[in-house]
């Protein structure tokens, strides 16, 4: 069954490389960890997603989180709370901290492309980079179409002034039309010095990293090994969270607090039975009105998407 799941999602992965489009040379001044590296999930002959690891590479607990870069509460937490994870207890050696992408939209996917095309180096401060700046390349693709046009020439002619570059010059290499949904993503790296280039070769159709940013989708399992179907998502070892991992809450789970952070709070239990089991801070597929993931996309893009 899984192996099903697995030639399924690597099919819808395939189909994602038809739907993006083409990305720029990048070279964010965003300070990494000497600790950070980039590995892969275990090898057994399986796809396995890129992840950052940071921290102590043998420490005893795990802190795994999935997340996505269109997802709006993975931005705050990773401007606001993994600073805190990262001063107490990352950089201490006390935990491993583990990042994986866990992609519900096309945009997911290519942001991903993008911050695996310059390798390991890069990755990180990359993602980092987008997530701390979604207003800028995410915010206005949501908008109604009227006010997104009219963004995105404001868009245009705001780098053109910056780079000194021709707003039509920039259109044209870029490929950049009103329908363009990469068309924000595209001016957003060319602004951060990606050159047209990379921009370009970065989008392009890659089966081998978009089978490896779907395969995420296998092992974000809950207890009764349905998929996860909401970002940020955490697990401290095996066991997944109810909630955000915070640092008051790790504190006592290192400790061996009475309370497990993993059981349903009373409000969980009181929904009716038909209604899925959402954590109270996270987010669910939220396109049109939360500028996050489409509300009905709890997997990756449909195969019948076109460019």
Known sequence: MRYLILLGIIGIALVVAFVTKRPHNVTPSIQTSQTNSLATAPQDNKVTPPEIVLGNQNAKNTVTMYFAPTCHHCSEYEKTILPEIDKEFIQTGKIKFVMRILPFHSLD???????LFYGKDKFQEILKLFLQNQDKWLAPVFEEEHHKEKSLKERIAEVSQKLNMDAKMIEASLGITHDDELAFVKLFCLENGWSIKDILSALKPNPEIERSLASSHLIALKKDGEMIDYV?????????????VKPEGLREDLAGGS???NKPNQAKEEKPLDQPSQPSDHTKSEVTEENTHDSQNQTPPPADAKE
Not at 109 to 115: L, P
């Open 259 to 261: 309370e497990k952070k």
């Open 232 to 244: 940020p998502a955490f697990y401290i070892n095996e066991e997944l969270q109810e909630d955000w």
């Open 109 to 115: 996917f290519s942001v991903g492309k993008i911050a």
